[in-house]
């Protein structure tokens, strides 16, 4: 069993465990934390995360509701709510699924796609903190990144 430090990292500051636990918690910190754009995107639009994240998940085309509860990660019953409230802002509307006339489809109205447009011009802009880093840096963490994407 591997011991920890007592910041919670593994024993070794300078291993590659611990230099990985340092990054990651850095990662945290800086999107979750001090660069958490959810409550501006959230004020901006006037209306939850959670109902931001719908919208944004919409984006793709009309889906059922269960398949957007588990692009949510969330329970059928909140989903519902949610899309309720979202149809009641004009946001979004319920429609018959073509292939299966049983069932219905939620799909966004233009306000809401303008709307989960404002929401991903919100949450994609860089923090003029990262704006004002050298350029081979950037690169060094596109780089990155996209690796731990992939």
Do not use: C
Not at 9 to 16: F, K, Q
Not at 101 to 112: D, Y
């Amino acid at each position: 069993m591997e011991r920890l430090d007592s910041g919670g990292h593994p024993e070794g500051s300078g291993s590659e465990a611990g230099a990985a636990a340092r990054v990651w918690q850095g990662m945290n910190a800086l999107v979750l934390e001090r660069y958490d754009r959810r409550k501006s995107v959230a004020e901006a639009l006037g209306m939850s995360f959670s109902r931001v994240r719908a919208l944004r998940r919409l984006v793709a085309g009309p889906i059922t509701l269960r398949e957007l509860a588990e692009r949510l990660g969330a329970d059928p019953p909140y989903t519902s709510v949610i899309v309720d409230d979202l149809v009641r802002r004009g946001l979004a509307e319920r429609i018959t699924n073509p292939v299966d006339r049983r069932s219905k489809l939620v799909h966004l109205t233009e306000e809401g796609e303008a709307k989960a447009a404002i929401a991903t011009g919100i949450l994609s802009t860089p923090p003029d903190a990262l704006l004002a880093l050298p350029p081979e840096d950037i690169r060094v963490l596109d780089r990155v990144v996209a690796k731990l994407l992939g």
